[in-house]
């Protein structure tokens, strides 16, 4: 049974129910809308139904009956997720009770003009802040993928810096997944996630170390492959030519504003959602080159018995160091105007649904940052106590029949 909630009461439907919520634009142009799905326990729908229209001013609630639980389904606008879910949280729902799962639409029929209204800049995030907590994590997280990125960049960083070659140097920043654990720092910081600021940092500095490692080794079998390698290095530094080597011993007032820049726009490209904004912010970043620059010039400095090499090595270390900062500063700074909230303890952390068990709405209730279980009831059997028979009524004794006597 689909039922869809009116002021007066609900009205009844027998086929399933498909809604279309009219989505008002800020600029006139169509907006994307996203699905929201509560999971709630009975008792707990009206209310929440009720909060949904008179305060939020939601349209077209969907209800679903289940064995176990109500399923209510609304659409909201891109621009007013971030509000939404946490104006859910605040009572409750995905805190201390219930789930909130947020779905994609692709595409939504008919498409409808949306009225015209007063232009607005808006400010806050596209996405919840559990969207972009989850996608920052995602690219936080060690896996072989990520070890792999990292050591095919750092190899391609490393060619790149030996031939001069500025194209596989851009091909390595596109590789390199180092942007991933230090959004993962920045956005533990904002949201107050200690696992996540410490996971993003381990990953990081386990990046850096593969990277350093790559460039290590490759100054050591380079100078075999190609035996003119360090004198060529030598003669660029000495004439002051400006080559991918020498152009990354240090860095400037300039490279500090890249940084500043870079960390901010990073941040507002994962709010809105547009990971393609990254491709950019990689490149700008160049967080690779520099750091298989260090080792590379150093190892080769000690080789060679040059000074002037493990010199520009010291400045590539330094410039990693100061990408790194301040790019995490400037994403942080970024998060808090866009106003990020905390994740209260991380209880309205997304559970599937296919967790819930038709035993009953145990799962339904969960406390802050503790994973709900259900309730052991101890079963007693207790039997019935017997009544006591009527005794039973004596039947009087046959006599025996008399014996004639002949």
């Known amino acids: 049974m689909y039922c869809l909630y009116y002021r007066s009461g609900f009205l ?6 498909r809604t279309l919520q009219r989505s008002i634009s800020s600029t006139g142009s169509r907006k994307s809308v996203k699905q929201v799905q509560l999971t ?51 009572r409750g729902v995905g805190v201390e009770y219930g789930f909130i799962d947020i779905l994609d639409l692709k595409a939504s029929l008919p498409r409808e003009v949306e009225e015209v209204s007063e232009t607005k800049i808006q400010r806050e995030a596209s996405l919840a802040v559990e969207e972009i907590y989850e996608s920052v994590k995602k690219q936080a997280s060690l896996s072989f993928d990520f070890i792999a990125f ?14 001069n070659n500025i194209t596989v140097i851009v091909a390595s920043m596109l590789l390199s997944p180092l942007m991933g654990p230090m959004l993962g720092v920045a956005l533990g910081y904002v949201v107050g996630d200690h696992k996540l600021f410490i996971k993003g940092t381990k990953n990081e500095l386990i990046a850096l170390v593969l990277s350093f490692g790559v460039g290590a080794v490759m100054a050591i079998i380079m100078p075999l492959l190609q035996p003119d ?32 820049f870079s960390g901010a726009a990073v941040a507002v490209s994962v709010t809105r ?43 590539s270390a330094l410039l990693l160091a100061m990408n790194i900062v301040i790019i995490d500063v400037a994403a942080i700074v970024m ?20 967790t819930l068990k038709p035993t009953g709405m145990e799962n339904l209730y969960h406390n802050a940052g503790v994973e709900s279980k259900p309730r052991e009831v101890a079963v007693t059997f207790t039997p019935a106590e017997k009544t006591a028979e009527p005794p039973e009524e004596k039947k009087p004794e046959e006599e025996p029949p008399a014996e004639n006597s002949s």
Do not use: C
């Not at 009844?12 to 129910?17: A, E, I, N, V």
């Not at 491709?279 to 060679?304: C, R």
């Open 229 to 260: 390698m360090i004198a060529t290095i030598q003669n660029d530094i000495s004439s002051g030519a400006l080559t991918e080597i020498t152009r990354r011993g240090g860095f400037s007032s300039i490279d500090v504003g890249v940084a500043i």
């Open 40 to 90: 709630l326990p009975y008792e707990k729908t009206v209310a929440v139904f009720d909060f949904l229209i008179d305060s939020l001013g939601v349209k077209n609630v969907t209800k679903i009956d289940t064995d176990n639980a109500h399923l209510l389904q609304f659409r909201v606008p891109d621009d007013s997720m971030q509000e939404t879910i946490e104006k859910l949280k605040s």
């Open 273 to 315: 959602g547009d990971m393609s904004s990254l491709v950019g912010v990689a490149i700008s970043a160049a967080l690779m080159p520099p750091a298989v620059n260090a080792t590379l010039m150093i190892v080769l400095g000690v080789i060679a018995s040059a000074p002037a090499m493990i010199s520009i090595g010291v400045g």
């Open 335 to 354: 998060f808090k105007v866009k106003k990020l909230t905390g994740l209260a303890g991380k209880s309205a952390r997304w559970t599937s649904i296919a």
């Open 12 to 17: 009844p439907f027998q086929k399933p129910l």
């Open 150 to 163: 990292v050591i095919l960049a750092a190899v391609m960083a490393g060619l790149g810096l030996i031939q």
